[in-house]
Every structure is written in structure tokens, then in C-alpha cells.
């Protein structure tokens, strides 16, 4: 069976969004509204795995809303909602908690980062959040997820929940007359210069929402032009000029870092960019970046700000975005109803 192309990919309003949200997830968002139809979602649910003050998850939501529309979502012609307002999302993951197995839970290692030594304490719907990440995707059939690099094993997952109903109801698939691969293996789309976006302070660290000990380390998508300078000429670097070939950058995380986030906001390769700074030293390369992060950086800040201000507005989008997801939810789920045998 051929799915029609569609994306599917979301972002948890958990915290200030980051320059690793932007490059690795939202900035690729944009092109692929050219080729497919695409569905952005706000995924709340995932949020409140970990405790969220109800006033912070609101406007965080909001943010995250926004910095949809400001990067350049069209939210007529495709979608963005926040996920809590389809109930479908919900219904579906508890589905997936009854395919999916223990021990494939068990592997999953964003799980055991986010746990720690603290595993006995998180919630449970932090360890069963992959399944409800597979619910997101599948309620849609959507075919590619474009994520960062850290998403790839929930993408996984994705796959086997997708082949393992297909195989566990085929039967009944094939009674009802629907094709034999009721869900799509979908395809994780991990591509471009900065999947994994590092610390500012720590080059083997993911700069992450949550995590960061110091501002420091992370460059916010509503930092102004001087925090955004002020970050990237403190960053960590190491004392040797940057390399002629991009090989060289492998044992150095800290500047391997700071060319891939160059390389994403320019639309370049790495090489490219080793080609223009290759033996300069960070003095001058720092000051480049600098200069390019506020370019891209700026404009999307100022729009988010302006539209963050029309709540009204925002709330208008999220409702109508909601009613069309809900929309292809509700037609999938009646026959995903059907197919487990729930009496209706
Ligand atoms: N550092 C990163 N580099 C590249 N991509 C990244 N993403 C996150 N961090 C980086 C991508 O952003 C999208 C949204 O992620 P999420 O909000 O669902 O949660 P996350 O992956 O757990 O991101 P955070 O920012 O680290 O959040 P917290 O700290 O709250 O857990 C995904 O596509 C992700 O790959």
C-alpha cells in the first residue's frame, strides 16, 4: 500500500525553546510544506511527563505556536495545533501501550537519561511516552517525521508498534476489507548540518530545554542580539585555528559545534564553511557566527514577540488547526476502533 506523503513532527512546550529546536526540528519544518501536507503539533501531553507549573505549560504552548507561524509555517494549507485539544492522541496511545512490548520500553535510552539514578520516582507516562510519540505519528499515517538526531530510537519504535499491529490484527484488517499495512513504517528524516546541537560550555552535551546548568549554554530563540553575541563569543573552543578538512573536527566537539550551527544557518555543508574559515582562528570565526545567528535569530524573535502579544489570534489557529487534525483523527480511529473490536 502507498500512504500519501505526510509529515508529522511536534515539539514539547517544556521549556524556553533553543537554537537546537529551531535547527533540528523547526527551520527544516518550512521546506517540506513544498512537498507534502504537514502537521505540526504542540505536544503538550509530552510536556507534563515531567512536572510543569500549568501557568509555564500555557505559555509555553503559546511559544511554541508561534515559533511555528514566525519560522514560516502556512497555517492555512497545512497544520499546527496543540496536541491536548485531539483526544484521539490519548485514545490511540493506550492502544500502543497494549502493543507495544516491555522490553523494547526498556531500551530506550532518552528514558534512562531523563530517569538517572531518580527511575523509581518519574512518572510513568515519562517512560511511556515513545508510545504515545508513535500515536502522534500513526494517527495521522504520516510517512516522514523530521526530527533531530536524539529522536531516532522513538522513531524506531514507531516502526516496530506500526509492523507489530499490522501483524497482530491482519486478520481482521483483511476482514474489514482494509489494506493489509493498515499503518505506514514511517521514515525519520534526521538531515542536515546540526541533528544534534551541543552546549555552548560542554561540546559532548545536547543543549537541551531542561537541562542546562547555566544560560550559558543554551542560545534561546527569544535571546536579544547582545545575549546571542555575548553566548557565542564565550562559548568553549579549544586554542587550535579551525581545521582545512572537516575530518579534523572529529576529536573537537566544542568546534565541530560551532561550524555545524554555522553550516545549518547558512544552508551550507560543513565543508563549505571549512572552506571559507579553515585555518582562521575563533577570533574571527566567532564573530562571524555571531553576525549570522542574529540575521536568522532576530526576525523570528520579533515575530514570535508580536504574536505571543495576540493571544486571540493564537488561540483562533490552534482551534481551526485542532478541528482539521481532529477531522483525519476521528476518520483513522473509527476504523482503528473497528479493527480491535470495541463494541460502538
Ligand atoms: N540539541 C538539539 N539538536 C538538534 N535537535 C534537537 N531537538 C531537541 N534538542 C535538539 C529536536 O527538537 C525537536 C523537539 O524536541 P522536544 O521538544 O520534543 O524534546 P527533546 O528532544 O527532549 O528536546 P529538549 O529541548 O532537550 O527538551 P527537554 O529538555 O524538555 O527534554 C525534536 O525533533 C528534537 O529532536
Known amino acids: 500500500m502507498t500512504f ?3 509529515v508529522f513532527s511536534g515539539i514539547k512546550p517544556s521549556g524556553d525553546l533553543h537554537l537546537g529546536n529551531y535547527l533540528g526540528a523547526i527551520r527544516r519544518f518550512v521546506p517540506l510544506q513544498k512537498t507534502h501536507h504537514c502537521i505540526y503539533c504542540v505536544v503538550d501531553m509530552h510536556a507534563i511527563t515531567v512536572w510543569q507549573e500549568p501557568e509555564d505549560l500555557r505559555r509555553a504552548t503559546y511559544e511554541v505556536a508561534a515559533a511555528y507561524i514566525a519560522a514560516g509555517i502556512d497555517t492555512k494549507n497545512h497544520i499546527i495545533f496543540n496536541q491536548s485539544q485531539v483526544l484521539q492522541h490519548a485514545e490511540l496511545a493506550w492502544i500502543f501501550n497494549c502493543v507495544a512490548r516491555m522490553g523494547w520500553m526498556n531500551r530506550m535510552t532518552q528514558f534512562k537519561d531523563k530517569a538517572g539514578k531518580n527511575s523509581e520516582n518519574v512518572s510513568l507516562g515519562l517512560f511511556a511516552y515513545p508510545s504515545l510519540m508513535a500515536a502522534d505519528i500513526l ?3 504520516a510517512t516522514h517525521v523530521p526530527v533531530g538526531e536524539d529522536q531516532k530510537q522513538h522513531l524506531e519504535l514507531t516502526r516496530d508498534i506500526a ?3 499490522n501483524n497482530d490484527y491482519g486478520k481482521r484488517i483483511k476482514d474489514l476489507h482494509l489494506d493489509a499495512g493498515y499503518f505506514p513504517l514511517t521514515e525519520p528524516m534526521i538531515a542536515g548540518a546540526a541533528t544534534r546541537v551541543r552546549s555552548l560550555r560542554d561540546g559532548t552535551r545536547k543543549m537541551s530545554k531542561s537541562d542546562a546548568a547555566s544560560d550559558m549554554e543554551t542560545i534561546y530563540l527569544l535571546d536579544d542580539a ?3 553575541a555575548n553566548k557565542i563569543k564565550r562559548a568553549k573552543t579549544d586554542p587550535e585555528p579551525l581545521p582545512e578538512d572537516v ?10 559545534n560551532l561550524i555545524s550551527i554555522y553550516a545549518a544557518l547558512a ?4 565543508q563549505e564553511v571549512i572552506a571559507e574559515f579553515g585555518g ?3 577570533g574571527v570565526f566567532k564573530p562571524a557566527l555571531a553576525e549570522l545567528s542574529v540575521s536568522v535569530l532576530s526576525p523570528i524573535a520579533t515575530e514570535m514577540r508580536r504574536l505571543v502579544g495576540d493571544k486571540g489570534e493564537l488561540d483562533r489557529i490552534l482551534r481551526d488547526g485542532a478541528d482539521r487534525a481532529r477531522a483525519i483523527a476521528e476518520t483513522n480511529m473509527r476504523e482503528i476502533r473497528e479493527i480491535v473490536g ?3
Request: no cysteine; hydrophobic share 25%.
Open 280 to 282: 582562521k582562528g575563533f
Open 267 to 270: 544552508d551550507k555543508t560543513k
Open 163 to 165: 509492523q507489530k499491529f
Open 139 to 141: 494517527l495521522y499515517k
Open 342 to 344: 470495541y463494541v460502538r
Open 4 to 6: 500519501p506523503p505526510r
Open 247 to 256: 575530518k579534523d573536527l572529529e576529536n573537537r566537539p566544542e568546534a565541530d
Open 226 to 228: 547582545d545575549a546571542i
